[in-house]
């Protein structure tokens, strides 16, 4: 069997295998890089196709969930038709460590500018996240930024890759900034005193408009084992 079907990229735990499991959304984006990405973080990812990869009989099945990338009304409206939108909503409110990356944010922001018209979200995170904020595919671009709470000081910066990336526009009082642009983009205002802030968290939540899975530079992802070990 190869090394790219699905039983190698998660394989099943031994037992004696006490890494946190991690469950990777898998419906859309870049499913196989995060999987990759947080088994270098030192966590066990396991695919996530329906409800009950997230929750069975005996309780929870994973430690954390990672939203992967994508296109955010699609990847909504496939949560919709798997009937995965409350599971998931319910697992956030019962404190289970989330990321989401690019799509991922949009799915886990209160408010959403830009969205489709009826487009499910989960929500979780006090933020307004502007959709497509960065333009369209032929945007895309990757820059440095100011991210030392990821464990990126100045001389060993954090690059972020943006594809049709969200930017958050407004945070609540309950929600920490981690990382922003270098400026503005778009000729718009700038957020403080940075540029557009990209990544946030707001307790078991994390979420970054940008794709850390791209790459071998594995901060981001290590930062979410970290909130999912000290919770599990």
Do not use: K
Not at 157 to 175: M, S
């Amino acid at each position: 069997m190869g090394r790219h079907t699905p039983r190698a990229l998660f394989p099943a735990a031994s037992a004696s295998d006490s890494r946190p499991t991690v469950g990777v959304l898998a419906l859309q984006g870049d499913v196989r890089e995060h999987v990759l990405a947080l088994e270098a973080a030192g966590a066990r990812a396991v695919a996530v196709r329906a409800a009950a990869d997230l929750v069975g009989p005996q309780g929870a099945r994973v430690d954390g969930l990672v939203l992967p990338g994508g296109e955010s009304t699609t990847v909504g409206r496939l949560l919709a038709a798997f009937d995965m939108l409350a599971p998931l909503r319910a697992v956030v409110r019962d404190g289970l460590p989330v990321y989401g990356s690019c799509a991922g944010m949009i799915l886990l922001a209160d408010r959403v500018a830009g969205a489709a018209s009826g487009q499910p979200l989960i929500g979780g995170i006090d933020m307004t996240v502007r959709r497509n904020a960065f333009g369209r595919q032929v945007d895309s671009y990757e820059e440095e930024l100011v991210a030392p709470a990821l464990g990126a000081p100045a001389d060993r910066p954090l690059r972020g890759v943006f594809i049709r990336a969200p930017w958050v526009e407004h945070v609540g009082a309950c929600v920490e900034v981690l990382a922003t642009t270098r400026s503005g983009r778009a000729g718009a205002e700038e957020a403080g005193s940075g540029g557009r802030i990209v990544a946030v968290r707001q307790g078991p939540l994390l979420a970054t408009s940008f794709h850390p899975e791209v790459g071998s530079d594995h901060r981001v992802h290590d930062v979410f084992v970290e909130m999912v070990t000290r919770r599990s």
